[in-house]
């Protein structure tokens, strides 16, 4: 199947799928999604020519390529089961979600049997970026499949990595995801700890802005905490904990030592397990409640 009778389906029009979806009908693919809890988006990708399927059947019947942008692997074996009786022979589904490699694998020999292709092709930055069409993806997929799916992800992405077979999109987006959440809770405590020995918020980022210290991540982390906005970088603080523990899951079946890993891990653990489990308690307050945890309000 060539580019130019591709037909696009998207589960899981959320906060980065919304915007991808936009990209793929905006930019020529005829597309079809599906509702979950919030109507809005899907409202207006229809406004923007898409069509809305009323079951993940209808939804696979109509596509030959189908994106996945869930919470994590759960999710995605739920909707792949649903999807599976609408499936064509040919077609391929990409999982954008962050999840566990070794589901993906299983996942893959397992559509393999009845003549589905698939790929892990998870992302990189946030809504904002989605919405511009200037995400990075990392893909894992076979030669074949990654130039068929390529042109349809370079409408919503910007740098795109293919790093090699399948699940090696998700080991990959496992270790980014431990670096920015490692300096999630990097950064917490150290706004912490400077708020205790006396070093007010705005001293502390003058001298870290700009400097070798700085980067992307840092900048929108500290939005909230500088200007309080509680949506400068909205990515849920239980979805950060989840990837932390698919993370040390990876690690542990690779005999790899974690204690930076499992430090980690108990930041977010600590926040989650102490009010921080709401859809929009975002990465950035996990500040407050390292702070809490110090004493400080």
Not at 91 to 119: K, M, N, Q, W, Y
Not at 130 to 157: H, N, Q, Y
Not at 190 to 196: C, H, Q, V
Request: glycine share 10%; hydrophobic share 40%; aromatic share 8%.
């Amino acid at each position: 199947m060539t580019q130019a009778n591709e037909t696009v389906g998207f589960v899981g029009v959320g906060l980065m799928g919304h915007g991808m979806a936009r990209n793929i009908v905006e930019k020529g693919y005829p597309l079809t999604v599906i509702a979950h809890r919030n109507r809005a988006p899907v409202e207006d990708l229809v406004t923007r020519g898409a069509t809305e399927a009323k079951s993940m059947e209808e939804l696979a019947s109509a596509c030959s390529v189908v994106f996945l942008c869930l919470t994590g692997s759960p999710q995605v074996e739920a909707t792949i089961a649903a999807l599976k009786p609408g499936l064509a022979k040919g077609s391929v589904i990409i999982d954008c979600s962050t999840s566990d490699p070794t589901v993906t694998e299983r996942i893959a020999t397992e559509l393999a049997e009845i003549g589905v292709d698939f790929a892990d092709a998870p992302l990189s930055r946030t809504p904002k970026e989605a919405w511009e069409g200037t995400l990075d993806c990392m893909v894992g997929a076979s030669e074949t499949v990654f130039a068929r799916i390529e042109p349809v992800i370079a409408t919503w992405a910007t740098k795109i990595v293919h790093l090699g077979g399948i699940g090696d999109g998700h080991k990959m987006k496992l270790l980014n995801n431990f670096i920015s959440l490692g300096y999630a809770a990097l950064y917490s405590e150290a706004l912490a700890m400077s708020r205790k020995v006396g070093i007010p918020v705005t001293a502390f980022d003058k001298v870290i802005r700009g400097s070798r210290m700085d980067c992307g991540f840092y900048q929108t982390f500290m939005g909230y905490a500088l200007e309080g906005n509680r949506e400068s970088h909205k990515f849920a603080l239980t979805n950060a904990y989840k990837d932390i523990r698919y993370v040390e899951s990876m690690a542990n079946a690779a005999t790899v030592a974690t204690p930076m890993t499992s430090a980690i891990k108990n930041s977010f653990a600590l926040a989650v397990n102490t009010g921080g489990d709401g859809p929009e308690d975002y990465l950035p307050h996990l500040a407050d409640f390292v702070a809490r945890a110090n004493g400080i309000e």
